[in-house]
């Protein structure tokens, strides 16, 4: 696999990288894909027919040579809705090359494992990269993820992770997501905004989830029930009555009650995805207390969202609260509800957002 490249930015140590150019006969210069490169580009394609869509009816999805560096404006709001708590934890930062978002959705223990990991993402995100020599950005998500399972407590509680890292350079934006919170990117032409799914999801309903499952639960009666139940929301491991976790990939749930016959089917690898962002772009994060109630199948779809809350408050400030407000107004959600929305502009904010995780008493 190839892309055309018409220049090539001014590259820097930490830069993630495509891979070599070579000359060919046309005169055109190609850029090789690196393995991991393919991967998350692969990724983002995937993340667009999950959803049902057509990648080649969507506008502008070609990587091409940046004109000019983006930034990043970013806006946050939350809630803790009808929960008693709230366990959401997010942050943006600036970073030296780029600008680094992350909303965390936490389960028990009142969102604590969704702070620490917020915490360690922010500090060591940089660093981390610094470190990977070929631009295998894919492997510090991976790397960190990783790290964070080994240093948060023994517990049942556990948390959910969408990062994404957005390179002025390129202005491409890695997108690592792990659970049931997705980023999504607005984009706007000739009046008609689209919606472009950046986040590959996986849940018990996906094949290699329920092999995974099958593969540790014995019990051939908890396999019939759980198997007979479709809706992959109502699914969950361990496969005890209103015990077990929900989603298939999250970080946490070391206790001895989240596994069976001492092993664990929820895996902590991320699925990471890249795309290239344009100017005027709106850049949406949230968890599953606004999108398990928007879209396909749900209790309003994505078109009434982008009719009544994306399209009509494209330059409203206040975009982020306004989701919000939409989740539990009109997709009547239950759960804690955070959105953060991401501005594309040529110009750099002053100062630079920078934000600490929310902390919760």
Same mark, same amino acid.
């Given at each position: ?82 929960? @008693? &708590?709230?366990?959401? *934890?997010? !942050?943006?930062? /600036? ?7 992350? +909303?965390? $959705? ?52 556990? @948390? &959910?992770?969408?990062? *994404?890292? !957005?390179?002025? /350079? ?7 997501? +792990?659970? $049931? ?181």
């Amino acid at each position: 696999m190839s892309i055309l490249v018409r220049s090539r930015s001014s590259s820097s140590s930490s830069q993630p990288l495509d891979g070599p150019v070579r000359s060919h006969s046309d005169g055109i210069k190609r850029v090789r894909l690196l393995p991991f490169v393919e991967k998350m580009k692969n990724n983002f394609l995937e993340a667009i027919r999950q959803h049902g869509l057509d990648p080649a009816l969507l506008p502008s999805l070609e990587p091409k040579a940046a004109e000019c560096s983006l930034y990043l404006s970013v806006t946050a709001e939350e809630t803790r809705g009808k929960r @008693t &708590t709230m366990e959401d *934890a997010h !942050f943006d930062c /600036a970073l030296r090359e780029g600008h680094l978002i992350g +909303l965390f $959705d936490g389960h028990s223990e009142k969102g604590m494992l969704a702070r620490q990991v917020a915490r360690l993402f922010k500090e060591q995100f940089q660093a981390s990269l610094d470190a990977q020599e070929n631009g295998d950005i894919r492997q510090v998500f991976i790397d960190l993820i990783a790290r964070a399972q080994n240093e948060v407590p023994v517990t049942h509680a556990g @948390t &959910t992770a969408l990062v *994404a890292y !957005f390179h002025h /350079a390129t202005n491409q934006l890695y997108t690592a997501t +792990l659970g $049931d919170s997705e980023l999504k990117v607005y984009r706007k032409v000739d009046d008609v905004v689209h919606s472009i799914p950046v986040s590959v999801i996986r849940h018990w309903g996906i094949e290699k989830e329920e092999a995974r499952f099958l593969s540790v639960v014995t019990d051939e009666g908890k396999k019939e029930r759980w198997l007979k139940e479709k809706n992959p929301e109502q699914r969950r491991f361990p496969p005890e009555a209103n015990a077990g976790l929900n989603v298939s990939r999250s970080i946490g749930e070391k206790s001895q009650l989240m596994f069976v016959n001492g092993k664990s089917a929820i895996s902590r690898k991320p699925k990471v995805s890249m795309c290239q962002l344009l100017a005027d772009d709106r850049v949406v994060l949230a968890c599953d207390g606004l999108w398990h109630f928007v879209g396909a199948d749900k209790r309003v779809t994505e078109q009434d969202f982008v009719e009544k809350v994306i399209k009509p408050h494209w330059n409203d400030p206040e975009l982020s609260e306004r989701i919000v407000t939409y989740a539990l107004n009109t997709a009547m959600s239950t759960d804690n509800v955070t959105a953060m929305v991401a501005t594309v502009g040529t110009e750099a904010p002053e100062p630079l957002t920078s934000t600490p995780p929310i902390q919760y008493e």
